[in-house]
């Protein structure tokens, strides 16, 4: 048992070394009068924002502390709104379609991407930064990136950086999106659809609601995306709201959402309803709760000003 145990620490400690030497080394084969040279005035022990420190983080891929400030400096630039020079932006591309740099783990390249298409929307090529944007929405393959470029997509169509044919291009992938029977951001999609209000689009806003249903209700869709299609369709939605909230096969968080529905659009027909919910189990009391307050509020003062859903 000994000599198990003492065999089972010498791999342990063998792989430890193993692991710890084949970790890449931040300045890969790079001397400290290369680094210097290539890096004239990064200082590596107290880096300060620059985009020295952003270049030298992609090239090299950094460690914990000159990732952070990289990006530090990404959303620095982005408060101050000023217009990126035609050099930078170029190279904020290449660092996207490069796909980052190999040793980042996928929390930070999600954080690094979205700082930077933070910053791209002070580009001047916006056609350029839409299909980047709607490349990853379609292909990428973290579910959480695809989510961040179609949001980037709904900022670029509300700040009127989306017009003309690469809006209607978007519109079209768009469409695709909530087409995918599996799709994982279909939701995402449709709620882009319903604040569209696309002038060349053949569909009307009740169109794309009754679409919004229609994904809310399948079942064999993701419940992520069922939820953020059931609030897509707003008031249009109501009556399958109804019967998912008292549907006790239905997943507790579509549940809660479909609640929430009433809670906003229902009227006084709701309140028996909203009362059983409340006494059903305490997970679905947190949202009846407030939804049946709503509606009784409403009731009572009906001028009073839409009250922020909860």
Known sequence: MLFTCSVVLVLCATIAIWKWKAQPSETGDSSSANLAKTY?????????????????????????????VAITWLDDEVRRSIPLSA????????????????????????WIFNSTF????????????????????????DHTMRLYALQHIGSQRKAGLLKGRIADETYVILQQLIAEQNGQVAGT?????????????????????????????????????RITALAAADAHGLNLARALATDTNSHMMLRKAA????????????YSNLEKLIAENFRLAQAAEPALKTLRQRAANPNAPELIPF
């Open 40 to 68: 004239p005035t990064l200082d590596l022990k107290d880096p300060k924002p620059s985009f020295e420190c952003l270049r030298y983080v992609y090239e090299t891929g950094g460690n914990e502390i000159t990732r952070e």
């Open 118 to 141: 933070n910053l791209l929307r002070y580009g001047s090529d916006q056609e350029r930064f839409t299909r980047l944007l709607c490349k990853l929405a379609v292909h990428d393959s």
């Open 87 to 110: 050099e930078r932006e170029t190279w904020l591309y290449k660092l996207v379609d490069s796909n980052g740099h190999s040793t980042w783990d996928s929390e930070y390249r999600l």
């Open 259 to 270: 609640i929430a529905t009433i809670g906003r659009f229902g009227g006084e027909d709701d």
């Open 189 to 225: 999609a449709i709620v882009l659809l319903v604040e569209w209000k696309n002038e060349n689009s053949e569909q009307t806003p009740i169109e794309i609601q009754d679409k919004a249903v229609e994904i809310a209700a399948d079942v064999s869709r993701p419940i992520d995306v």
